[in-house]
């Protein structure tokens, strides 16, 4: 069955000190892979995606991700986080076949100390 | 711009009533979902709809209805039924090129 996992719940990191939030699926072929931001009663927004090409994608707010494909995985990093980096992080995968639904992780929340 | 548009942003009901959450899209996207979210936990599939007058159950789509009468509207009706309503909704939609969903900003229902 076509899953992803987000093995963090909870990451408190210091202002400043980098940081890499993980993400692993399951899924038979390359899908389409997202890492999405939500704060507090928002709504979700996209900070990155991956289609195809280079593997490490960069993002919006300083964040990148890099696929790969041996390892199942779309890892989300920033080299210095700020104190507005707190928030819900969820990664996602969209199948190719259109009909199929988009699948999120269980979210990871981050908390930055000062 | 275009968007996403849920309304009201909280939304208030007695218990045993049903309530209809707006969701409205601009985007010309064919794919449209309902989420739900609870306190400290990740999003949960309600229903989605790929295509006008066409939708699927998600995981937990006990208690709620929904129609797609129009490619840019898929509102969620909370029925009598769900049996603990109280939660953050969040409507979203996707296109068939990227299939990236961009979201609307949601509605807190609370049930007394």
């Known amino acids: 069955a076509q899953s992803v996992t987000q093995p963090d719940i909870h990451i408190t990191v210091s202002e400043g000190a980098s940081l890499e939030l993980r993400c692993n699926y399951s899924?038979?072929?390359?899908?389409?892979l997202f890492w999405y931001v939500q704060s507090p009663g928002q709504g979700l927004q996209l900070l990155l995606k991956?289609?195809?090409?280079?593997?490490l994608v960069q993002g919006i707010k300083g964040f990148e991700a890099e696929f790969k494909r041996s390892q199942s995985s779309f890892n989300l990093r920033k080299p210095s986080v700020h104190w507005s980096d707190a928030a819900e992080y969820f990664c996602?995968?969209?199948?190719?076949?259109?009909?199929?639904?988009?699948?999120f992780g269980s979210g990871t929340r981050l908390s930055i100390r000062p | 711009d275009g968007g996403i548009t849920q309304s009201p942003k909280y939304l208030f009901r007695k218990e045993g009533q049903n309530v209809t959450l707006s969701c409205e899209q601009n985007?010309?996207?064919?794919?449209m979902y309902w989420y739900r979210q609870d306190p400290g936990q990740g999003l949960r599939l309600i229903y989605y709809?790929?295509?006008?007058?066409?939708?699927q159950k998600g995981d937990i789509a006990e208690g709620y209805s929904v129609s797609r009468e129009k490619k840019e509207s898929f509102p969620l009706t909370v029925t009598s039924a769900q049996k603990n309503p109280t939660a953050f909704y969040l409507c979203?939609?996707?296109?068939?090129?990227?299939?990236?969903?961009?979201f609307g900003q949601g509605t807190r229902l609370t049930v007394v």
């Open positions: 985007l010309n996207h064919d794919a």
């Open positions: 996602a995968v969209a199948p190719f076949d259109r009909a199929s639904k988009i699948i």
């Open positions: 979203a939609s996707s296109g068939t090129g990227g299939r990236e969903a961009f």
């Open positions: 991956y289609f195809s090409g280079d593997t």
């Open positions: 899924y038979g072929a390359t899908p389409y």
């Open positions: 709809s790929q295509i006008v007058n066409d939708f």
